[in-house]
């Protein structure tokens, strides 16, 4: 099921005339909304990215967490922008931590979910990225190959979430916190009977891997 964060920008990349470009130019896209992008001053202010939409029109701020590297930081901007203008989520301040910007299908609520979905598609065009992937392995070797400079300039943990996404492979990536499993993305091709949610907490526990499993340090 698409959410309405993909559709959206989806319709945002065709009017700006972004269908075929790779590496977008967001300080460009938010000065063109009257959005200035500006770093907190406090080095720890209780979320990762905020945006404060202007009350009286168009326009206002988004607010970064400092210390965030370039791919990383083009999400959360990103994802701030989803919020900006998907019009159910307009005129509300938002303040997203570290797991609105994870959040998936059934983990982390729909709007963040979808605020994503947004930022992944505006970020990492479907069928650009699927074109570019299918030429790799789905791994993480092909994950850092993607995020580079050169690429999309994401961060690896959106590159590698990215490719699971598009792939028309069956596989799944799976995120672990001390034994608990914080979020997990899944290809459309996934085959479902397998459990994966039990299985993570096998594998940080010691578990037997299945193949084609790795880790990467997101």
């Known amino acids: 099921m698409n959410s309405e964060g993909l559709r959206f920008a989806r319709r945002f990349r065709q009017a700006l005339e972004l269908r ?9 896209i938010a000065a063109a909304d009257g959005i200035e992008v500006i770093d907190f001053d406090d080095p720890d202010p209780g979320c ?17 967490k400092p210390g965030q590297n370039t791919g990383r930081r083009r999400f959360s901007i990103a994802h701030e922008l989803a919020h900006y203008h998907i019009p159910t989520h307009r005129r509300r301040d938002r303040r997203c931590k570290e797991s609105s910007l994870q959040a998936t299908r059934g983990f982390g609520g729909e709007v963040e979910w979808e605020a994503n979905s947004f930022a992944a598609e505006l970020l990492m065009p479907a069928k650009l990225f699927r074109a570019d992937a299918r030429e790799l392995d789905v791994s993480f070797e092909a994950a850092y190959q993607l995020m580079s400079p050169d690429g999309y300039s994401v961060s690896a943990t959106a590159a590698a979430r990215r490719i699971v996404q598009v792939s028309e492979e069956s596989c799944a990536l799976v995120a672990t916190r001390n034994g608990s499993v914080e979020w997990q993305e899944r290809s459309n091709f996934y085959y479902h009977g397998y459990p994966w949610t039990a299985y993570s907490r096998r594998y940080v526990g010691g578990g037997r891997d ?7 340090p997101l």
């Open 48 to 64: 990762t990215a905020c945006l404060l939409p202007n009350p009286h029109g168009d326009g206002g701020a988004i607010f970064l």
């Open 210 to 216: 299945p193949p084609r499993v790795g880790q990467c």
């Open 20 to 28: 075929d470009v790779r590496q977008c130019d967001l300080t460009e």
